[in-house]
DNA sequence: CCTAAATTTTACCAATACTAAAATTGGGGG
DNA sequence: CCCCCAATTTTAGTATTGGTAAAATTTAGG
């Protein structure tokens, strides 16, 4: 509709926001390294890197990974980033999800923007509770801010107290147990949709089930 | 070196895990659409889809971002994942870092494992100190612990309490201060490369400052 | 200014992203 | 069992565009 590039114009995610080609250039400049290193280190001619940076061309996937390399950051640095509002929630007026009425509940604190990965919620296990072993996408975060759990990463068991995090690529099995007597409150984090919202465009949005089913 | 497809080959992070093609099944059987309905949705053909989702080809980031959005995701969805060990840190034996003897202080909570993206971090901030507004690639999450601070995102001024959080892109310009006369610990988690590692391949590690500079 | 490095531009080619259509698989019924 | 339909895979073939090499332009010193 308007004169932006081809390349802005296939990548952006719909909100106006730097284009891949801009983000290859500051961080290239960053690091303080001329199109000539990062296109002998990526394997590919110095005018294509000119070509990319400006947004004239898009690489393909695999370029762009050579790229990301000698740029010594990970692909999906330089893919839509997100972009809007911030969200504020307070510890007394969270909307509480309870998933079933064995008690265990959750206080959402990030919301969904455009792009978001970032999902965070704080998760109240009750004695007792022990969560099915999960594997997906993305990469978590757990920090105990009462009581102690014991979290189960593939072969490992490890308790964690008050004050204790660990962190783990989601795709690792995984579950966690509240051993203790009272109940646990967790800061959940992770990159993943957990709550099965975060749509791309609108699309029909009802009845789309979250991931984080404790199903049979 | 293997006889894995070229797709696979080209794009995983270097470590096995699933190929961007298994990841864009999944998710399609996880909403229950059919090829055709992908293909219709992205403007590609039936067959490309097929290829593409058993690594025969690797699609253009615009096709990729075309499925994506139909597959109701985030293009960064199906690149490379992290996978790794889990990370444990207890709270009384965490590496502490002093950024200035004006006593910021932070202890990490994170690790870095290739491809991870999540970076978390207590930061324990002194009565009246300020940081420098700065805003970069990312989103990000403050939970209070203890204390309270006054947190400036854009043209919002918000005041945070024990307990409440805020989430919001890095984008947009930020910057804290403990307005209070106690000191504020705070757990802050963001989709950045704080600490200035994770390398994506070793290349020369040293030297290269991390973001976190509230430099002059 | 003169030179050399860094970047941009141009012209061109070949790899491959993508298509269209035919071949295969896989259920359910009747 | 066989027919039928939907879903997926396979096969050829083309056109796009990702990518190159080299010349033109800019930039920065000394």
Same mark, same amino acid.
């Given at each position: ?12 995610? !719909? ?16 690091? /303080? ?10 394997? $590919? ?23 990301? !390399? ?22 007394? #007026? ?9 008690? $265990? ?19 109240? #296990?009750?004695?007792?509770?022990? /969560? ?5 996408? !993305?990469? #978590? ?9 014991? $979290?189960?990463?593939?072969? #490992? ?60």
């Amino acid at each position: 509709m308007t004169n932006q590039t081809a390349a802005e114009a296939i990548i952006d995610t !719909g909100k106006t926001e730097d284009p891949l080609g801009k983000r290859l250039r500051a961080r290239r400049r960053e690091l /303080s390294l001329t199109l000539k290193e990062v296109a002998d280190g990526a394997g $590919l001619s110095v005018g294509f890197i000119s070509q990319v940076e400006r947004g004239l061309t898009v690489p393909s996937l695999s370029s762009l990974a050579s790229i990301a !390399g000698v740029l010594d950051s990970h692909v999906t640095t330089f893919l839509a980033q997100p972009e809007g509002k911030s969200q504020l929630t307070r510890h007394n #007026e969270r909307p509480i999800y309870a998933v079933d009425k064995a008690a $265990l509940s959750y206080e959402r604190l990030s919301t969904t923007f455009p792009g978001s990965v970032l999902n965070s919620v704080i998760v109240h #296990e009750p004695p007792g509770y022990r /969560s099915e072993p999960i594997q997906h996408v !993305g990469e #978590e975060m757990f920090f105990v801010l009462q009581g102690a759990i014991t $979290l189960e990463v593939e072969d #490992e068991t490890t308790v964690l107290q008050a004050g204790d995090s660990i962190h783990f690529a989601s795709m690792r099995r995984h579950s966690s147990w509240n051993h203790t007597a009272e109940p646990a409150t967790i800061l959940h984090v992770c990159t993943m949709d957990v709550f099965g919202d975060n749509p791309q465009q609108n699309q029909e949005p009802g009845n789309r089930a979250g991931h984080l089913n404790h199903h049979k």
